[in-house]
């Protein structure tokens, strides 16, 4: 058996609080004010806003920082990914380096290339995530491009269009925010390589983290509140 019964279980919370904490946050997400949630009513605020201008250069210039904020993640994803590969032909030396680390336990061949396997599996993952979030951003950029124009704000298909081109950006943001999560859950694998222990609390922690920043942090109350005014606005009232 490669590592302990600890490792087991600490591999088991891991599984369990990522997969557990991604659906318990969709399903949240659904009756509670989260980040996820504010922010999709924004973005259906400000497609509805797209469809009644002319000239669009400031929605192409907003995307396109996006863009380039993801396609910075996508880039230092595979960086670190081609460095967690090179450590497949140096597991001696990193064995050597645990070793000399207070408290950690005794490195394991085996399980050593099993632990970087994980974190080069997370990191894939991640790559995926944030590619996939780039593609879906153009495909905004070319709805925004082929949207007509409806000064009025009152034709019903054109709504729907922008309802949609919401649906799509937000799509992209979750994918976007998906290929972060990665990140946060890669930081707790990393505990691992020193103790099963660490790598069950890091995982805890890390949970713990994404819930208050995604639910309870004041960037959430600061949006849900900014929406409450704009719902007041008749204009809005009446794109809705």
């Given at each position: 058996?490669?590592?302990?019964?600890?490792d087991?279980?600490?591999?088991?919370?891991?599984?369990?609080?990522?997969?557990g904490?991604?659906?318990?946050?969709?399903?949240?997400?659904k009756?509670?004010?989260?980040?996820?949630?504010?922010m999709?009513?924004?973005r259906?605020?400000?497609?509805t806003q797209?469809?009644a201008?002319?000239?669009?250069?400031?929605?192409?210039?907003?995307?396109?920082?996006?863009?380039?904020?993801?396609?910075?993640?996508?880039?230092?994803?595979?960086?670190?990914?081609?460095?967690?590969?090179?450590?497949?032909?140096?597991?001696?030396?990193?064995?050597?380096?645990?070793?000399?680390?207070?408290?950690?336990?005794?490195?394991?061949?085996?399980?050593?290339q099993?632990k970087?396997?994980?974190?080069?599996?997370?990191?894939?993952?991640?790559?995926?995530?944030?590619?996939?979030?780039?593609?879906?951003?153009?495909?905004?950029?070319?709805?925004?491009?082929a949207?007509p124009?409806?000064k009025?704000?009152?034709?019903?298909?054109?709504?729907?269009?922008?309802?949609q081109?919401?649906?799509v950006?937000?799509?992209?943001?979750?994918?976007?925010?998906?290929?972060?999560?990665?990140y946060?859950?890669?930081?707790?694998?990393?505990?691992?390589?020193?103790?099963?222990?660490?790598?069950?609390?890091?995982?805890?922690?890390?949970?713990?983290?994404?819930?208050?920043?995604?639910?309870?942090?004041?960037?959430?109350?600061?949006?849900?509140?900014?929406?409450?005014h704009?719902?007041?606005?008749?204009?809005y009232?009446?794109n809705?």
């Open positions: 058996m490669i590592g302990s019964p600890l087991y279980v600490a591999l088991f919370t891991f599984l369990i609080s990522w997969i904490y991604t659906r318990f946050s969709k399903h949240k997400a009756t509670a004010n989260c980040i996820a949630r504010v999709h009513q924004q259906i605020h400000w497609m797209v469809i201008k002319e000239i669009r250069v400031g929605e192409a210039s907003l995307l396109a920082n996006l863009e380039r904020n993801i396609a910075f993640f996508a880039s230092t994803t595979l960086l670190i990914l081609a460095g967690v590969l090179t450590l497949f032909s140096q597991v001696e030396k990193l064995e050597m380096v645990i070793g000399s680390i207070p408290f950690s336990v005794s490195p394991n061949h085996a399980l050593v099993v970087l396997a994980l974190l080069a599996g997370i990191f894939v993952l991640a790559f995926f995530q944030f590619t996939w979030s780039m593609r879906q951003y153009g495909f905004v950029n070319v709805m925004i491009g949207a124009l409806d009025t704000g009152t034709d019903i298909n054109m709504l729907g269009y922008a309802r081109m919401a649906v950006q937000d799509q992209a943001a979750h994918s976007y925010n998906y290929g972060l999560r990665s946060y859950f890669a930081m707790a694998a990393l505990c691992w390589f020193l103790h099963p222990l660490a790598f069950i609390f890091a995982n805890l922690f890390v949970v713990y983290t994404l819930y208050q920043r995604e639910f309870n942090s004041r960037a959430v109350q600061a949006i849900t509140l900014a929406q409450a704009l719902e007041k606005d008749p204009a009232r009446m809705e």
